[in-house]
């Protein structure tokens, strides 16, 4: 693939999940700074391409596609197209493969990345005079809660969070779990099974490029 550009700052987390996902197929998108500090989504030219006026936004030609988790599947079904078989590996071929893999994308979107938000954004993006200790404490525990349900699936015993083949499943996660792991909050439970798991795939060369980066 070639001609890609993602626009998107490098500290969102959806933007890391695409670009962890480039790493891994060997994809290498020109990235172009947006959101925050950077500016440009709330520009004419930017809402043209994504009216949500949020990152990551990939366009490639004519094409443009927001969305970070349909991003993902397009950069890999466009990948298993053209025969890597480092693609069909992220996103299975069979149904009954891939189905698993689609509830987590799912399930990062419905419920992770809510009950996660306001804790990152209370400590990580709020100077801790201003930090709600109400809303820390609420979002600690919907986080913790949201982990158990991995924490649990991972007694299958496989490396990865479906099995013992590295998939999409682990991008969209990993990503989160870095800020899971990387904020030091009080009272967070202990899970043997998802720090097993996250500290493997923290070992991936792509998660130390795009993941591993400090918090903000």
């Not at 015993?157 to 099995?163: I, P, Q, R, S, T």
Request: contains cysteine; hydrophobic residues 45%.
């Amino acid at each position: 693939m070639s001609g890609i550009s993602i626009w998107g700052r490098a500290n969102s987390v959806n933007v890391q999940k695409v670009l962890w996902c480039c790493a891994e197929l060997g994809v290498t998108p020109d990235r172009i700074n947006a959101g925050m500090a950077h500016g440009h989504v709330d520009t004419p030219e930017y809402r043209a391409m994504n009216p949500n006026g949020r990152v990551p936004t990939l366009v490639q030609g004519d094409f443009v596609l927001w969305e970070s988790n349909a991003i993902i599947r397009y950069l890999t079904l466009s990948q298993i197209e053209a025969g890597s078989k480092a693609a069909l590996s992220l996103y299975p071929a069979a149904a009954i493969k891939r189905a698993p893999v689609e509830r987590w994308l799912d399930w990062v979107l419905t419920t992770m990345q809510p009950a996660e938000r306001p804790l990152f954004w209370n400590m990580v993006r709020t100077t801790p005079e201003d930090r709600d200790a109400k809303v820390i404490a609420t979002a600690t525990k919907a986080s913790a809660d949201a982990w158990a349900v991995l924490e649990a699936h991972l007694t299958h015993g496989g490396a990865f969070v479906e099995g013992d083949s590295f998939t999409l499943a682990d991008i969209v996660l990993g990503a989160y779990a870095r800020r899971w792991f990387g904020v030091d909050v009080p009272n967070r439970p202990v899970y043997g099974r998802l720090r097993a798991w996250y500290d493997g795939i923290a070992q991936r060369f792509a998660f130390q490029q795009h993941i591993a980066l400090p918090l903000s």
